[in-house]
């Protein structure tokens, strides 16, 4: 039997990925990183911020977000190196750095999140 | 050297593959290949903005002051650098990945494929909308 690839499961992290961080990512860049902040947008107050991250539905919608926005990382950066940079000889570097970040960066969420409750 | 090989396409002797030598910089060329690089390097700025969501996380969780030392490092003049670059790139790939979309789905009626913007504008429709929940659930916090 020919060895199964196991491409299309990482290309379908990659393509789940390239979604949720496409309709979320702008908004939330926008508003927590830059406009409360820098005071554009009245920032919501500690305990009202707390109160909806604590929320287990925000906390699931989170993590998805953080795990496939990770992997979809994983995928692009890897063809990145190698159509960019040309260094697919290095290979057995890239692929366990990049999936294995998204890996370990999945678990962190994973775990922050969880005791966030 | 007394066995022959049997199988000459395993020689050890073969002649030298041709390859042309492709710049490390071909992408600078041209625009297109240029957007190809950065709708690739997006995804940086991704990876960049769960790590910063991570940090808000924690700060948030281990209480007010740690919070209002993060919201302080958000107001330091490189990362406010950093965010706005970043917010270009997620928004680039927000932009491409929708158009990219009706070239993923070519969705056929009556045996003609439905124009890209049926396809396309439903995706920058919803993208508004999440949008605007995100935002409301955020702003009344």
């Keep these: 039997m020919a060895k199964r690839s196991n ?7 990659f393509s789940a990925g390239g979604v949720v961080a496409a309709f979320l990512i702008p908004v939330l860049l926008f508003l927590l990183f830059l406009a409360f902040p820098l005071g554009w947008i009245e920032s919501p107050s500690y305990t ?3 109160g909806l991250v604590r929320l287990p539905i925000t906390r699931v919608v989170l993590f998805i977000l953080c795990f496939f926005s990770l992997f979809h990382w994983a995928h692009r950066f890897r063809y990145t190196l190698y159509d960019g940079l040309q260094i697919k000889h290095l290979n057995q570097l890239i692929f366990p750095f990049c999936y294995g970040g998204a890996l370990v960066g999945s678990v962190l969420a994973g775990y922050i999140l969880w005791n966030m409750g | 050297m007394s066995g022959a090989r049997q199988d000459p396409a395993y020689t050890e002797f073969r002649p030298r593959w041709y390859r042309a030598h492709v710049s490390t910089w071909w992408w600078m060329g041209r625009w ?3 957007k190809f690089i950065l709708r690739e390097i997006s ?5 960049w903005f769960v790590a910063e969501l991570l940090l808000a996380l924690t700060a948030l969780s281990s209480g007010p002051q740690d919070y209002a030392g993060f919201q302080e490092f958000l107001r330091d003049p490189v990362v406010v650098a950093v965010n706005l670059i970043s917010l270009f790139f997620v928004t680039f790939h927000a ?8 070239k993923a789905m070519a969705v056929r ?3 003609k494929r439905i124009p890209d ?9 919803a993208w508004a909308g999440v949008s605007a929940i995100v935002a409301w659930f955020l702003l009344r916090a």
């Design chain 2, 109 to 111: 009626v009556g045996g």
């Design chain 2, 32 to 34: 297109s290949y240029l």
């Design chain 1, 7 to 13: 491409e299309p499961i990482l290309w379908v992290l």
């Design chain 2, 95 to 102: 932009i491409t990945w929708f158009n990219l979309a009706p």
């Design chain 2, 117 to 125: 913007l049926w396809i396309a504008g439903p995706n920058y429709l």
């Design chain 1, 48 to 50: 009202g911020l707390l």
């Design chain 2, 43 to 47: 995804s940086v700025f991704v990876a």
